[in-house]
């Protein structure tokens, strides 16, 4: 049947009409029925609005108070027809003023039908309408609407459909092909011939978290079928364009998020178009594959939905519409200049934490997706939130990239709604209220140090020169680096951190140079000039840091993640130092993570990994001993044992008079003293430090003999510890 046909057919309006007017033309709405005193509801399938046409469904001589179920529209005449459960109970006419008006139907048995719909036959003078209802063990039976209405009309069972145990609640038939088509509750499809008196199982569709009853199903002109649920609201869209089904297999997918109910019935003028026809409706971005048109049950948000403009729900500064009907129309408008509420902190990297900045209109609830298989799809798997509260303004959101991500190009999908949907939404259909922004990002792949979720232990000396107390709790932090990598060339570092001691009276900063000294005596080296300074993120306990971080006047690639780390820390009162005494803030630490990428991808046997080379330095400004005065602050410096020192640092610091410090440049030993003590080390795991002026070779017995065999002795010596000469790990 053409299209240029069905317009002229939709207008008809024929003589013989029971009472009331009839629809002036085919809807586009989709109409629910719904409640036990029948009220009826109109749906715009593209937006999820509901639009209450009814409060109540009346006689034009009696007050309803009973249900109407198994509606049909009829496209012969433009009426719609319905079992009325009010006694007698009878069918029912409905007309444009939503009056019902009763048929004398004989011949249905004596039940409550709640299935039905109206096959519209042949064309022109030799077309016919008949109203079908379904009951399971009594059948399906036939009521012919071609005749005169107001006289008696017999009913007729489909021969053998008494036997059929199906347990749908609705059905609707395919405008082109005349098959009915219904849904179980567990998402079984069936195929009807009215004909034949025959019903097909098509297969079992995916329904998501969908239960009980699809009491709801509808048509459009393009052989769409839409079935709802009562339970969630939820209206599922099945192309089923070929039709009967063969050779294929339907897919359902979310269409609409449409209002829930314990009865639900629908009908819809089955040769009418669902399409968008304004920029009321914002849509995503993300392109073919990706369902983002309306042809393909894209993601879309009625986003005005009292066509007031106020309290509305969006992300960032602003959100408009567009007309998205097909995937043509997509690639006309590829972007959507008000997708601006997300913001990317940190990279993307398999196995690893990753930051965004949402930016909210007002109090609101967030879903998100991510492709991380890219095969072009948001699966429910790769839900990351799912109606996290968001605050008006930014909000700060962390969670765990898979650690089988896929490396490359790929996209995210995020959707913000008032909270006041009837279920959780998913990455597809249409919602009222709210936004959808669509982004292209990249995913890393990733090497880590040590692990995806383990920690090394830095812990520094500051009196180095001279060995002090040796507690080991100056500067104590968890540490984590991971090359981020793409096409097997590291593309970016990213170092994560959490400073869990300062027991120092000096001030110290930390810095890490992208370093590595090989077993070979060669080294790797991310060059200053090598950074993509500008791209730089850095995070201290979720917020965004500004500044310059990538140290200047060096060759190296030297980054600082404190000046001074007594700025990050707040002391207990009573507390002199930050967690290194009995009852000082145990439990706090203060996390960071930078991201550095560079500017042009680098091949991994270049480039440096592992622990790369962390260090403490001297904070400019304050007094760190007499033998640093007249002195740059900066060029004092703390590495691991055997680190060679940055270019900044003071080699005539090697040469102080009555230093306990053994270096020697030639021979390659640094910070260690005669009998091969360090000023700094990594404990390979989360570790307990020693207290406030709590020598480390009496914390840990076995440190010593570690230290001075250059690791080959007492390897587990963090194991071994005098429980209250440490400090508990807490909640690190």
């Known amino acids: 049947m053409k299209l240029t046909y069905i317009a002229a057919v939709c207008l008809v309006s024929l003589p ?61 005449n433009q009426y719609m027809y319905g079992f009325s459960k009010q006694s007698p109970t009878s069918v029912v006419q409905i007309g444009e003023n939503f009056s019902m008006t009763r048929l004398d139907v ?94 097909r199982f098509i297969t079992q569709l995916d329904i998501g978290d969908d ?40 897919v359902a ?68 519409g567009e007309n998205i009907n097909s995937d043509d129309d997509l690639m006309a408008n590829p972007v959507d200049a008000s ?47 799912t109606k996290q509260q968001l605050n008006a303004g930014n909000n700060s959101v962390v969670f765990t990239v898979p650690q089988d991500t896929k490396a490359g190009q790929t996209w995210a999908r995020f959707r913000v709604t008032d909270g006041s949907e009837a279920s959780l939404i998913t990455a597809t259909g249409g919602v009222l209220g709210g936004e959808v922004e669509d982004y292209a990002i990249t995913t890393f792949a990733s ?17 180095w020169p001279f060995a002090g107390d040796y507690d080991f709790n100056d500067v104590v932090i968890n540490y984590r680096t991971t090359l981020l990598q793409q096409d097997g060339l590291v593309v970016s570092y990213k170092i994560d951190g959490q400073l869990v001691g300062v027991g120092a009276t000096y001030h110290n900063g930390f810095a890490v140079r992208l370093y590595e000294q090989l077993n070979t005596g060669l080294k790797n080296v991310i060059l200053r000039s090598e950074v993509d300074e500008q791209n730089i993120s850095y995070v201290i306990d979720g917020e965004i840091q500004t500044g310059t971080f990538l140290e200047e006047g060096t060759n190296d690639a030297i980054l600082v993640f404190m000046q001074d780390t007594w700025q990050h820390i707040s002391k207990d009162s009573g507390c002199n130092y930050f967690r290194t005494e009995v009852n000082c803030n145990e439990n706090n630490a203060v996390d960071f993570s930078m991201t550095i990428p560079l500017k042009v991808p680098k091949a991994v046997a270049l480039s440096p990994a592992a622990l790369l080379d962390p260090f403490i330095f001297a904070s400019d400004g304050f007094y760190h001993g007499d033998f640093l005065d007249g002195r740059t602050a900066r060029g004092w ?58 020598d480390i070779t009496n914390a840990y017995t076995k440190f010593a003999v570690f230290a001075e065999s250059s690791g080959a002795q007492n390897t587990q010596w963090f194991n071994d510890y005098v429980s209250e000469k440490v400090i508990k790990r807490g909640e690190q």
């Open 106 to 199: 004989e011949g249905l048995p004596e039940t409550n039908f709640y299935v039905g719909d109206i096959q519209v036959t042949g064309s022109g003078d030799g077309q016919s309408a008949t109203y079908y209802v379904y009951t399971p063990n009594l059948g399906l039976y036939a009521v012919n609407l071609d005749g005169d209405l107001t006289s008696t009309i017999t009913a007729t069972l489909v021969p053998d459909t008494n036997t059929w145990k199906l347990g749908i609640y609705d059905f609707a038939f395919h405008p082109h092909s005349n098959l009915l088509y219904a849904v179980e509750s567990n998402g079984n499809l069936f195929e009807i011939d009215v004909l034949s008196n025959t019903n």
């Open 253 to 320: 997918n979310v269409f609409t998020a449409g209002p829930k109910s314990s009865q639900n019935d629908g009908a819809r003028c089955a040769i009418a178009e669902v399409k968008v026809t304004d920029n009321s409706i914002d849509f995503g971005d993300a392109p073919a594959p990706y369902r983002t048109s309306l042809d393909s049950s894209g993601a879309r948000h009625l986003f005005d939905p009292n066509s007031d403009a106020n309290n509305l729900v969006y992300l960032g500064a602003t959100v408009d």
């Open 16 to 76: 013989y009409t029971v009472s009331g007017q009839p629809f002036e033309s085919c809807p586009s709405q989709a109409f629910l029925m719904q409640n036990s005193k029948a009220q009826l509801y109109g749906i715009d399938l593209v937006s999820a609005k509901p639009t209450v046409l009814a409060s109540e469904l009346t006689f034009g001589d009696e007050i309803n108070n009973e249900g109407v179920n198994a509606i049909g529209f009829n496209y012969k």
């Open 211 to 250: 239960t009980g009853a699809f009491g709801a199903a509808y048509f459009d002109v393009a052989g769409q079928f839409y079935f709802s649920n009562n339970k969630s609201g939820k209206i599922h869209k099945v192309d089923l364009s070929q039709s009967p089904v063969k050779d294929y297999t339907p």
């Open 447 to 463: 090497a880590v140090y040590p692990s995806e979720t383990g920690w090394v232990t830095l812990a520094y000396e500051d009196k």
């Open 637 to 694: 410096e703390v590495h691991m044992k055997n680190q060679a020192p940055s270019e900044l640092f003071d080699t005539s610091l090697l040469s102080t008079t009555g230093a306990d410090d053994a270096s020697n440049a030639q021979a390659n030993l640094y910070f260690q003293t005669s009998t091969g003590l360090p000023w700094a080390m990594e404990v390979g795991t989360q570790w307990q430090h020693p207290r406030e002026t709590v």
């Open 339 to 385: 997708d601006d509420g997300v913001s990317f902190v940190t990279a993307i990297s398999a196995g690893q934490d990753t930051q965004i900045i949402v930016n909210a209109s007002t109090s609101s609830y967030l879903y998100a997706w991510f492709d991380w298989d890219q095969n072009g799809a948001f699966s429910e798997e790769e839900r990351m939130l």
